[in-house]
């Protein structure tokens, strides 16, 4: 099994030259894949008799007769039923040449296509989906199949709100079982499992009358007990009675879960699903994924491996095993009090581990404290330098444009050489993640998505290294709008978007909610309405029983803070546009005066605004070219307060704050900039330069072993810092051993032959 796993484990290297590959070669995945024989339920009443004939023992479990039923129609006359043939028997690239015939020769027909399309659905390449399916529905608008067909696919990819489609669909064609399970299934992720219980009993109440499988049925109403924290086994016997084999049952278990983050109780479920069916390749596949959630690395091998066996052209499986050949290239490091399992890439740990580290500390101690909750193992930091490598951990494809993921205890995240300096604040991402940790652990994995999210942005905002309400206008426009959702629909807007931006925005409202919770009933009451969530009520109940008021209500309060907090902005939104403009115009011409007083109008209209091009920065830069180096300190310190982070900013005021003879205020703004920008060489020494003068022993040291593992040109100076740090420290030996290897880079380095004079003299009696 090492030798298989090797091979099958490098091999992938070979196909592509690209590091990963990703949903683009869609046909290429296609191409000479033969995988297991296909179990999705086919409930399309227009689906040829012969081919029926067949589906009737795949779908008990009877693989191999099916398979003999399937062959003979291989060689007939009708092109798309061996187009389906030769699906159902895993012959991709045969089906795929015999489903561009079949559409070919019926030109103006949407049901090829709705059919070729379903081909490339099942298959995960939603993008060929769905083009297939536009041109189904151009040709009949009104084609029921390509309707359904598409509200599949939206269904699957998370893409916006579906219940138009299927609202027409059930109004149209109201015995359709597969329109039922698509409900029932996207109420099951809201939460609403009194929806999907509907849904789904309807859908079995069909499938019985149509002798229709009623596998499907079984399994979501078994997945509605398990969201319900109740046994399945009902629906796990009766669907394990009409098929033995059949994994899609515990697979389907084991994706609720996952969506719920309950990825401990996913590993029982999926490794059910591999053990009843082996060949289930989709479930080797999360089963292995799974695991690496868990941060068991080493144990995911094996299902990935197994997938890959049978299915090679599966870009989330390839990617991954790629992801996991390339940890070699990584230090683990286990710490203690508290205990943080760290895993940094060996090219940049010297220098981040510092920082990481003590920063990751700080958040498990500040919300184990705030959160009345304490992980019972270690907690895991990955931190990826490639963002590439970043996004396959997460979700199997290159291109994801997230920062942070938590699964768990274990938190995965881009490392800041990941992105150009200034795109990110690390420091306030791994604070975010680290927030997940504690308010998921306290509840047993139960809070809702909106209330969790919301914390972490509130932690961002109040506890973290950039504190401030950091808000853009846009956020208040959306308000403005009225499209801000109800607080017990809110997890909607991170599930199931219905306008572009709009789950960036429900981040946003989550934040806000958390934060006016706060400001009028106190953090103690914030934490009692997360807790309530370890009991698994609605987000109704946990309102009434925390804080003694009805969802309707706490959204009219809501909206009235908001409206009081941003009454500036909110008068006249194009006011604060007028003056922005206004104020860098002014700015650009020299004309610093009205630059002042513009930038002063714009922050008192919206001072939680402190994004690139703020006020604050235009107000400090007409400031100081007016001489006024105190005014240009005063306003970057509040952009600062009120969440400013961009290290060329900080880098300023940090340069202002010295000439100032400020140095106390200098260096504690230079080691703010660790939290954005950590990896530039230039800094480190004038930091530990301050934080010696300081007799800061410690701090210095940490950032002179900085500096000399980012390997600077003049390793002389680091040394040199290195040697005064560990002297002031008390370690007399690591000082001479530095200040010689100082001396020995730049023999005439004068301080550091003035430095060795001095410590010569400290080993006289």
Same mark, same amino acid.
């Given at each position: 099994m ?8 490098h091999s992938?290297?070979r196909?592509?030259g690209?590091?990963f590959i990703?949903?683009l070669?869609?046909?290429?995945s296609?191409?000479?894949?033969w995988?297991?024989l296909a179990q999705e339920?086919d ?5 040829s008799?012969a081919?029926?004939?067949c589906?009737?023992p ?8 099916a398979?003999?039923?399937?062959r ?7 092109t798309?039923?061996?187009a389906e043939?030769s699906w ?9 040449d015999?489903?561009?015939d079949a559409?070919?020769a019926?030109p103006r027909s949407?049901?090829p ?18 083009k297939?399916?536009?041109?189904a529905l ?6 029921w ?5 598409m ?5 699957e ?5 579906v219940?138009e489609?299927?609202?027409?669909l059930?109004a149209?064609?109201?015995n ?6 698509i409900?029932?299934?996207i109420?099951?992720e809201?939460?609403d499992a009194?929806a999907?219980?509907r ?5 079995l109440?069909?499938?019985?009358q ?5 596998l499907?049925a ?7 007990e ?13 669907a394990?009675?009409y098929?033995?084999?059949?994994g899609t ?7 609720f879960?996952v969506i719920?983050?309950?990825?401990r109780e996913?590993d029982?479920?999926l490794?059910?699903?591999v053990?009843?069916?082996p060949?289930?390749?989709?479930a ?6 799974n695991?690496m959630?868990l941060?068991?690395t080493?144990d ?7 997938a ?7 870009t ?6 790629r ?5 070699a290239?990584?230090? %683990?490091? $286990?710490t203690s =009090?508290?205990v943080?399992?760290?895993?940094? #890439? ?6 981040l +581990? !510092?920082y990481?580290?003590?920063l990751?500390h700080?958040a498990?101690a ?10 019972s193992g ?5 931190i990826y330098p490639?963002?590439?490598d970043?996004?396959v951990?997460?979700a ?8 942070g993921?938590?699964f768990g ?6 490392s800041p050489?990941?992105?150009?300096s200034g ?6 991402v791994?604070?975010h993640e ?10 047993r994995?139960?809070v809702?998505r ?7 942005v509130?932690?961002e ?6 504190p401030g309400v950091?808000i853009t206008p846009? %956020?208040? $426009?959306v308000? =403005?709008?009225?499209?801000f959702l109800?607080? #017990?629909?809110?997890?909607?807007g991170?599930? +199931? !978007?219905?306008?572009?931006g709009q789950?960036?925005?429900a981040?946003m409202?989550a934040g806000?909610i958390?934060?006016?919770a706060?400001?009028?009933w106190?953090f ?8 309530a969530?370890n009991d698994d ?10 804080f003694?008021i009805?969802p309707?209500?706490?959204d ?10 941003f009454?500036?902005y909110l008068?006249d939104?194009k006011?604060?546009?007028a003056q922005m403009?206004?104020a860098?115009?002014?700015l650009?011409?020299?004309n610093?005066?009205?630059a002042?007083e ?11 605004f402190t994004?690139g091009?703020?006020?604050?920065e %235009?107000?400090?830069?007409?400031e100081?070219a ?5 005014g240009a ?5 509040s952009?600062?307060?009120?969440g400013?982070?961009?290290p060329?900013?900080l880098?300023k ?11 106390a205020d200098?260096?504690?703004v230079?080691a703010?900039?660790?939290y ?11 930091l530990?330069?301050?934080l010696?003068?300081q ?9 002179y072993q900085?500096l000399l593992?980012?390997?600077p ?9 290195l040697?005064?740090a560990?002297?002031?420290t008390?370690?007399a030996?690591?000082?001479?051993r530095h200040?010689?290897e100082?001396l020995?880079?730049?023999?005439n380095?004068r301080?550091a032959?003035?430095?060795?004079l001095?410590m010569t003299?400290?080993?006289k009696?």
């Amino acid at each position: 099994m090492q030798n298989l796993e090797h091979s099958l484990v490098h091999s992938p290297r070979r196909m592509a030259g690209g590091r990963f590959i990703s949903m683009l070669c869609a046909l290429l995945s296609l191409g000479g894949a033969w995988q297991a024989l296909a179990q999705e339920i086919d409930y399309d009443e227009r689906r040829s008799a012969a081919l029926r004939r067949c589906d009737e023992p795949l779908f008990h479990g009877r693989v191999e007769e099916a398979r003999s039923c399937y062959r003979p129609l291989l060689r007939g006359d009708d092109t798309l039923v061996r187009a389906e043939a030769s699906w159902a028997l895993g012959d991709l690239r045969t089906a795929n040449d015999l489903f561009r015939d079949a559409v070919n020769a019926q030109p103006r027909s949407a049901w090829p296509r709705v059919r070729w399309g379903r081909m490339f659905l099942a298959a995960g390449q939603y993008s060929d989906a769905g083009k297939l399916f536009d041109e189904a529905l151009e040709i009949d608008k009104k084609d029921w199949g390509a309707m359904l067909a598409m509200a599949r696919l939206m269904a699957e990819r998370f893409d916006g709100d579906v219940s138009e489609q299927l609202a027409t669909l059930q109004a149209e064609k109201p015995n359709l079982v597969e329109t039922q399970l698509i409900i029932a299934g996207i109420a099951l992720e809201r939460g609403d499992a009194e929806a999907a219980t509907r849904a789904a009993q309807k859908a079995l109440q069909l499938a019985e009358q149509q002798k229709q499988p009623p596998l499907e049925a079984q399994t979501m109403l078994a997945a509605i007990e398990v969201t319900r924290n109740r046994d399945p086994d009902q629906w796990i016997k009766a669907a394990l009675a009409y098929n033995p084999r059949y994994g899609t049952l515990f697979e389907t278990l084991g994706h609720f879960e996952v969506i719920r983050r309950r990825y401990r109780e996913a590993d029982a479920w999926l490794k059910r699903a591999v053990s009843v069916q082996p060949d289930l390749w989709s479930a080797q596949r999360e089963y292995g994924l799974n695991l690496m959630r868990l941060g068991r690395t080493a144990d995911a091998r094996a299902p990935l491996v197994a997938a890959y066996e049978g299915d090679p052209f599966n870009t989330t499986t390839v990617n991954t095993l790629r992801l996991l050949d390339s940890l070699a290239q990584f230090d %683990v490091v $286990d710490t203690s =009090a508290p205990v943080l399992r760290l895993m940094l #890439a060996k090219s940049e740990a010297g220098a981040l +581990r !510092p920082y990481v580290e003590q920063l990751a500390h700080e958040a498990m101690a500040t919300f184990s404290r705030r959160y009345g909750y304490t992980p019972s193992g270690p907690v895991g930091l990955e931190i990826y330098p490639n963002h590439d490598d970043f996004a396959v951990r997460i979700a199997g494809l290159p291109g994801i444009g997230l920062l942070g993921v938590t699964f768990g205890d274990l938190v995965a995240m881009d490392s800041p050489s990941g992105r150009k300096s200034g795109d990110f604040h690390w420091g306030t991402v791994l604070w975010h993640e680290m927030a997940h940790v504690y308010t998921l652990g306290a509840t047993r994995n139960r809070v809702p998505r909106w209330l969790s999210e919301g914390l972490s942005v509130f932690e961002e905002w109040t506890t973290g290294p950039t504190p401030g309400v950091n808000i853009t206008p846009n %956020v208040l $426009d959306v308000f =403005a709008s009225d499209r801000f959702l109800p607080v #017990a629909q809110l997890d909607d807007g991170f599930m +199931r !978007p219905k306008y572009e931006g709009q789950v960036q925005m429900a981040y946003m409202q989550a934040g806000l909610i958390c934060f006016y919770a706060d400001q009028r009933w106190g953090f103690a009451k914030l934490a009692q309405f997360l807790r309530a969530f370890n009991d698994d009520p609605a987000v109704t109940t946990a309102l009434r029983g925390a804080f003694g008021i009805e969802p309707e209500q706490f959204d009219r309060d809501f909206n009235g803070f908001m409206k009081q907090r941003f009454a500036a902005y909110l008068a006249d939104p194009k006011r604060w546009t007028a003056q922005m403009q206004r104020a860098h115009a002014m700015l650009d011409a020299h004309n610093y005066p009205a630059a002042k007083e513009a930038a002063q109008a714009a922050i008192t209209i919206l001072p939680e605004f402190t994004s690139g091009g703020s006020a604050y920065e %235009v107000l400090a830069s007409a400031e100081e070219a007016t001489g006024n180096s105190a005014g240009a300190i005063a306003a970057l310190t509040s952009w600062r307060k009120a969440g400013g982070w961009d290290p060329e900013g900080l880098r300023k005021l940090g340069t202002l704050l010295l000439a100032a003879k400020r140095d106390a205020d200098a260096a504690e703004v230079f080691a703010a900039v660790n939290y954005a920008d950590p990896l530039a060489i230039d800094g480190h020494d004038r930091l530990g330069q301050l934080l010696l003068a300081q007799s800061k022993g410690p701090s210095a040291l940490r950032e002179y072993q900085v500096l000399l593992a980012l390997q600077p040109l003049d390793s002389a100076t680091a040394n040199y810092g290195l040697a005064r740090a560990y002297r002031m420290t008390g370690d007399a030996a690591e000082a001479r051993r530095h200040l010689l290897e100082s001396l020995d880079t730049a023999p005439n380095f004068r301080p550091a032959q003035k430095l060795l004079l001095e410590m010569t003299g400290d080993r006289k009696p």
